[in-house]
């Protein structure tokens, strides 16, 4: 049974540029949420999507945006790349009848801004 | 804002003993807790979660304790090994709004020393 898997595992881009970040959820879950990690940080909820639409979002600005697809894999999508947005991207899935929506976690993707 | 705090960053204890990790959340709303363990590079692995009408749940060496009255929670790890060594986190959300996103402290690192 695979779990949650991320691609790709690194990254580094400019500023300005624009990156797409890929997830498969855990086999069963339907349901897919992202989050961001900055180093030596507990990680910040980006968006949830559910039926491919976003269903909740944090306080992230429109430039990180999201999608999901019909077989509930994910892609998440930043553009005009800040230093900032440097950090541990982390994928996130679940159930969402299970009622308890326990999210289990990808490793990451770690995205470096130069 | 919402948060979720935790007491201690660094818990440093012997093979052997027992640890406790402490967490204070700000949300009285919240009714769905979790413990996270991270291990250097790789995502949030789920350990443990309780529900807000439970006060205690038992695990593998693992014990969680919920004080609604002040908002506390606690991780207790039995008979504590090196391979214990991680960053723990915290997390709390709301169940009942349907969609929930997971609200992160910033972690404690507990060192395992032999």
């Known amino acids: 049974d695979a779990g949650v898997t991320q691609s790709p595992t690194h990254l580094i881009k400019t500023r300005g540029q624009q990156v797409t970040l890929r997830c498969s959820p855990k086999s069963g879950h339907d349901t897919v949420s992202w989050y961001q990690q900055a180093l030596g940080q507990g990680p910040q909820f980006i968006f949830q999507y559910y039926e491919e639409e976003e269903r909740q979002r944090g306080n992230f600005p429109d430039r990180f945006s999201g999608h999901q697809f019909p077989n509930y894999s994910s892609e998440l999508n930043v553009n005009a790349l800040l230093l900032g947005d440097s950090a541990l991207y982390l994928c996130?899935?679940?159930?969402?009848?299970?009622?308890?929506?326990?999210?289990?976690f990808g490793p990451g993707t770690r995205l470096t801004v130069l | 804002g919402e948060s979720v705090g935790l007491h201690l960053p660094t818990l440093s204890v012997q093979e052997g003993d027992n640890s406790i990790i402490n967490c204070a959340y700000s949300n009285s709303a919240s009714d769905y807790f979790i413990w996270y363990k991270q291990e250097s590079g790789k995502g949030p692995q789920f350990i443990i979660d309780i529900r807000s009408n439970m006060d205690k749940r038992q695990g593998q060496r693992v014990t969680v304790l919920l004080n609604k009255t002040v908002k506390h929670l606690s991780l207790q790890i039995a008979a504590t090994q090196p391979g214990d060594s991680a960053v723990y986190f915290c997390?709390?959300?709301?169940?009942?709004?349907?969609?929930?996103?997971?609200?992160f402290g910033t972690g404690t690192r507990l060192l395992v020393s032999p």
């Open positions: 997390a709390e959300t709301r169940v009942d709004t349907g969609f929930q996103k997971l609200v």
């Open positions: 996130a899935s679940s159930l969402r009848a299970d009622g308890t929506d326990t999210q289990y």
